[in-house]
């Protein structure tokens, strides 16, 4: 792993979870939006990062470029620091859909330049798992962060902090981040396509994420509700609950990273999903702080393990489409995201929180059907991906010519040319390895 990527990484990390934790709060007690106003910007905040990231996933594939990166992040500051000024809601809306919609092509593209920058080999394995650590670890400190700065200077002074914190974060990416090399050319994998991936299975692994980051985000709605309100649990407790899971998956992220690669990842990822169905259970059933602190144990191991063998997993599906692999993946997450707000708010209202938490986990285990069906031709191993077409969750059309099928172990076969015809180490058409 790249340990610039990693403060990359880590810098993103702690903006975002600075602003997340109290954006709503913000546009609510200071920007003066009703509940109304407050789900459209959401809504319409995801809706422009889906498409502003996909744009981003498909010029990456075209032309790898550190600039994409830099640039949602530089877009996403200043969006936050207008955010601090600006109290027209149509502008805000505006914000919404452009600058502060850029911002969710970050997360991306860093993954992206992770696995171009250093190839195909182990060290690009481990790398998901790694940052995915080092995003869950931005995570557990910046909500802790945002409570002193909130605490000594209020909401305002969170966004603007979260502001530079990004825009240091940009100018850390151009200068630190390895320049990525040329993009992969398109025999590089092999000289003849694979059997390519239906668009029935696309379609299932796509459904299979954004299914599975439903019922996440509308868990992260109701458990809190449901601890307090409903087990009688101090509001300190929730608190509690959400820093152990947050530390679980920093750990379980890095054991991720030690997983052998003979080990099927399709299979980690399915024991991912039924452990979160298995959280569900136990937090339903727990009657005090223990049980439901048993539950974020297990809830951390299943976000970490989803969240890192199913970056690497689509990776492998699509390459060497990297930017347009780790944006299908992303923009499936935020419209679980967009999805959940509405689907959390009905289920409790018509359920209430238990009957929401079950819910959730029937959602889950729907998302693990989706994705076993998916992948069940696969025997663990990711295809290569063939033509099909594009969506606003996905990214650009496959690279001419496909991709070789991945055999056992792992490794993709060589092309070999006559002698004749076979590139020097330093002409053009050579792709350089780049290891750490």
């Known amino acids: 792993m790249s340990m610039s990527l990693a403060v990359a990484v880590l810098l993103l990390g702690v903006a975002d979870s600075m602003v997340g934790s109290y954006f709503v709060l913000f546009v609510t007690e200071v920007a003066g939006l009703t509940p109304l106003q407050t789900g459209l910007f959401v809504s319409v905040h995801g809706a422009g990062g889906i498409m502003i990231a996909w744009l981003a996933g498909r010029s990456f594939d075209i032309r790898p470029s550190r600039g ?52 195909d080999g182990p060290a690009a394995g481990r790398s998901v798992p790694l940052l995915r650590s080092v995003w869950s670890l931005a995570w557990a400190t910046g909500p802790l962060l945002g409570a002193v700065v909130l605490t000594a200077a209020g909401f305002s002074a969170i966004l603007r902090s979260a502001a530079v914190v990004l825009m240091v974060a940009a100018c850390w990416v151009l200068i630190a981040v390895p320049r990525p090399g040329p993009p992969c050319p398109p025999g590089r994998h092999g000289s003849e396509a694979g059997p390519g991936l239906p668009r029935t299975a696309a379609v299932l692994l796509t459904c299979s994420v954004t299914l599975f980051y439903t019922a996440m985000f509308a868990g992260s709605v109701a458990m809190p509700l449901f601890v307090t309100r409903d087990l009688a649990q101090s509001d300190s407790a929730v608190g509690v609950l959400f820093s152990v899971c947050a530390a679980v998956e920093v750990v379980a992220a890095l054991l991720l990273a030690a997983v052998p690669a003979r080990i099927s990842q399709r299979l980690v990822i399915l024991a991912g999903m039924s452990c979160f169905v298995f959280f569900f259970t136990l937090t339903v059933a727990a009657r005090g702080l223990t049980g439901l602190i048993a539950g974020q144990v297990v809830r951390g191991i299943a976000v970490a393990v989803v969240g890192a063998a199913g970056i690497r997993w689509f990776q492998d599906v699509m390459a060497p489409a990297t930017g347009r692999a780790t944006t299908l993946f992303a923009n499936a997450t935020t419209a679980g995201m967009v999805i959940a707000g509405v689907f959390a708010g009905g289920a409790v209202s018509l359920l209430g929180y238990t009957g929401t938490l079950l819910l959730c986990g029937a959602v889950t285990l729907s998302a693990a059907v989706a994705f076993a069906l998916g992948t069940a031709a696969h025997s663990g191993r990711p295809p290569p991906e063939s033509s099909r077409p594009s969506s606003p969750l996905d990214g650009p059309p496959p690279l001419p010519g496909g991709a070789a099928t991945e055999p056992p172990g792992g490794h993709r076969p060589r092309t070999v040319l006559p002698a004749a015809r076979r590139p020097a180490p330093d002409e053009p058409g050579r792709v350089p390895r780049r290891d750490r």
């Open 68 to 119: 994409y990166a830099a640039a949602a992040m530089l877009s996403g500051g200043v969006a936050l620091w207008l955010m601090t000024v600006i109290r027209s809601y149509p502008l805000l809306i505006l914000l919404a859909v452009t600058l502060l919609g850029a911002l969710a092509a970050a997360f991306p593209q860093l993954f992206s330049l992770a696995r171009h920058v250093l190839g």
